[in-house]
């Protein structure tokens, strides 16, 4: 709701302020404080007198620029209306949260977990599982042998996706699987 009384704030100021700058060149630029001689001049070739003058091109693109933005404004506005945020949540946090997990499901799901991620992933989960699936993410650093920042994206991966948990200790994280893989890291990999 708040997007769209920003973008009604927003849309309205661009129309004002178009109109308004309209309004002004038409005034200025096309009336003018012309004389009669002026307006004899222009109606008889002379061209424009000093009352008289053609809009400058900034005034064009000015008016030309506002006028877009109001344009692009409404065609995004109704972009929103039509296709609005689709919340995305991950599938794997839907079918793997086992209510009251058994220890073959909690076998199967860990084994599934570990068959689909990727090596440096692998690494990450299992100097975890070697530490009870709690441990600080520097020393998860040191352990798997990856650089600081492949470390954070695959965590940060995972805790997207619902596998882990990250809790802010010092000046490092502190990171532990999540409630549903707790049992999964008990019985090991």
Known sequence: ?????????????????????????????????????????Q??????GLGMQGMPLL????????????????????YYL??????LSSPSQQIMQPTSATTEDSKTSW?????????????VLEVLA?????Y?????????GLSKLR?????????ERGVLTAVRRGNTNEIKFADWLKVMSSEGS
Do not use: C
């Open 151 to 159: 470390t954070h994206r695959i965590i940060s991966r995972f805790v």
């Open 1 to 41: 709701m708040n997007r769209i009384v920003a973008f009604l704030i927003l849309a309205a100021v661009s129309l004002v302020s178009l109109l308004l700058v309209l309004g002004w060149s038409l005034t200025n630029y096309q009336v003018g404080n012309a004389s009669m001689n002026d307006m004899m001049k």
């Open 136 to 144: 600080l993410q520097k020393f998860i650093v040191k352990e798997s």
């Open 82 to 87: 039509a296709y609005p945020q689709i919340r």
């Open 111 to 123: 084994s599934m977990l570990l068959r689909t991620s990727k090596p440096d992933e692998k690494k």
């Open 59 to 78: 005034m064009w693109s000015s008016i030309l620029l506002l006028g877009g933005i109001v344009i692009a404004g409404v065609f995004g506005f109704v």
């Open 130 to 134: 070697s530490h009870n699936g709690v």
């Open 43 to 48: 109606m008889m070739g002379g061209g424009y």
